[in-house]
Each structure stands twice: as C-alpha cells, then as structure tokens.
C-alpha cells in the first residue's frame, strides 16, 4: 500500500515558467512534510519542509504547499531553471515517539527545457 | 565538512551470495537509516540505527540486517541474494532521531545476477 504517491513519473516544463510538482498521501496521521531532489549518481538531498500546522512554507524560489483536506502537497518552483533537472522526491512523517521513518514518494522526474 | 560516506560504489553479486555494506555518517551525527531505491518503488525504508539500537524497521523480509557501531558507522548486510535486490541502496544520517535534516549518501548499486 502506497502512503505516499507521486502519480507524474515526468513533468517537462520551460526554463523560466512555473514548474508544480503533486503528492498525495492516505496516512493522516503524517504531521510533516519534505521535498528531496536528486541528481544521478548522488544522494537526495533536502530541499524544503512543511509541517503539518502549516498550509505555505517558501524558501526562495521553491513553495511548499499543504491541503490537509485533500492530503495533497505541491512544490513549487519558480521561475524554473535548468539546474532544477532532477528527481524530485516527496516524503511524509508520522509524528510518533522514537524513531523516524519518512515515507517516500516514487519520485517525479522534472526536465527544465531551454 | 565530509558528508556521508557509502562503500562500496558499486556491487555485482550472484544470487544466492551474501553482501555487506557500509555507511559512515557525518561527523557527529548519531543517527543512521538506510533506504532501498528501485524504479517505480521510490526510496523504501529499511532501518534506522541510533546508539547502536536498531530503533525502526521497514518491511523487508530477515535476510536484510543491519548494526551500528559505537562510532556511528553502520553496515547492512543481505544474505540468500535475490535477483529483485537489485537496488540503488541509500544509507542517510542525522544528528538525533526525530531530527529531519537528512543527509543522505551517494548510495551502493547493487547488482544481483
């Protein structure tokens, strides 16, 4: 059972437009939100957070918003540069005592076009 | 800083072999997770170590293991290889557990034959 889906695997977007990447979640009890990108042959790398008392979380040019109705998150990058080619990852983390687990999407990979 | 460090690279292995792994976190960071990367399945939890105490497990069947030394580092060890083993493994560090600042390492590709 997927807690976490990213149902784009691919998304092409132009350099200097708006690029919006999607995450759904079932588990409601996640209470916090992350977006990874990944580069080949490297680790993720964290990009942006969100908890779950938020709706809106920004950090230069990337946003991070959260429906909680919905259990839906986006990642918003703008404008998009062709830097920004990369898996993007989003993962959740269900508040609990102990140990952490975040929870992975499949990954959506973003191609920033000239 | 260094950053995290996973060896091997890179890994070909036959099935039915068994493979170890090994991941040294950043200085100072305490915590250690490991995750399996394979296409269409994302980055799936296997297990995360702190103060050499396994404190979480994902599903994954008893062949894959893991430790965590008194200095961090940690190794993951999979016995009986299957060819569905075949996976980018990540191994990722942080200060404490309940801590999100994730750093993750460039990851082993293990290749089952």
């Known amino acids: 059972d997927q807690q976490v889906k990213q149902n784009s695997p691919s998304l092409s977007v132009q350099e200097g437009r708006i690029s919006i990447l999607n995450c759904d979640y079932t588990?409601?009890?996640?209470?916090?939100f992350l977006w990874y990108k990944k580069y080949p042959a490297e680790g993720p790398t964290f990009l942006i957070s969100?908890?779950?008392?938020?709706d809106k979380n920004e950090d230069g040019r990337f946003t991070v918003f959260l429906n909680k109705s919905a259990k839906h998150l986006s990642l918003h990058i703008v404008p998009s540069q062709p830097g920004d080619s990369a898996v993007y990852f989003c993962?959740?983390?269900?508040?609990?005592?102990?140990?952490?687990?975040?929870?992975f999407g499949q990954g959506t990979r973003l191609t920033i076009n000239p | 800083k260094a950053g995290v460090t996973q060896t091997p690279r890179y890994l070909i292995k036959t099935r039915g072999q068994q493979v170890t792994l090994s991941c040294s976190p950043i200085?100072?960071?305490?915590?250690v997770s490991w995750y399996q990367q394979t296409p269409g399945q994302g980055l799936q939890f296997l297990f995360e170590?702190?103060?050499?105490?396994?404190?979480n497990k994902g599903n994954f069947p008893g062949r894959f293991s893991g430790r965590q030394f008194s200095n961090s580092r940690s190794e993951m060890n999979v016995s009986t290889l299957e060819l569905g083993d075949s996976a980018l493994y990540l191994c990722?560090?942080?200060?404490?557990?309940?801590?999100?600042?994730?750093?993750f390492g460039s990851g082993t590709r293990l290749t089952v034959v």
């Open positions: 990722a560090s942080s200060l404490e557990l309940r801590s999100y600042g994730y750093t």
């Open positions: 588990n409601s009890m996640f209470d916090y």
């Open positions: 969100i908890s779950s008392i938020k």
């Open positions: 993962a959740a983390s269900e508040g609990m005592q102990g140990a952490q687990k975040l929870v």
């Open positions: 200085s100072g960071h305490r915590s």
């Open positions: 170590y702190f103060s050499e105490t396994q404190r």
